[in-house]
Nanobody
Framework: VQLQASGGGLVQAGGSLRLSCVAS????????VAWFRQAPEKEREFVAA????????YRADSMKGPFTISRDNAKNTVYLQMNSLKTEDTAVYYC?????????????????WGQGTQVTVSS
């Protein structure tokens, strides 16, 4: 599967963005999908993940309030709705997918990665 992340941009603190991750192929519903982010000079960190059916979602503790992950398998798309953005949310956001069951939070558990989309939050 190939992943294409989009929707990033420049937003003021307190604003919102919705990221999209569009997948190629007709078997998207077989993949669990996660969002990670990487700020300059920091390690890539887990943001949120969603199961293949979309019935189960997981978010990093610090993002449980403002961030929501969802998916539309008919459109081969996973979304990350980000509200109440802070300057510390500035990072490149990546979507990743795995064919195996489960939605782990480690980067090495995902086999397919999108190219990333830049999110910049200004004060």
């Amino acid at each position: 599967v190939q992943l294409q992340a989009s929707g990033g941009g420049l937003v003021q603190a307190g604003g919102s963005l919705r990221l999209s991750c569009v997948a190629s192929g007709r078997t998207f519903s077989r993949y669990s999908v996660a969002w990670f982010r990487q700020a300059p000079e920091k390690e890539r960190e887990f943001v949120a993940a969603i199961s293949r059916s979309g019935l189960s979602t997981y978010r990093a503790d610090s993002m449980k309030g403002p961030f929501t992950i969802s998916r539309d398998n008919a459109k081969n798309t996973v979304y990350l709705q980000m509200n109440s953005l802070k300057t510390e949310d500035t990072a490149v956001y990546y979507c990743a997918a795995r064919l195996a069951s489960g939605v782990p939070q480690r980067t090495d558990q995902y086999d397919y990665w999108g190219q990333g989309t830049q999110v910049t939050v200004s004060s």
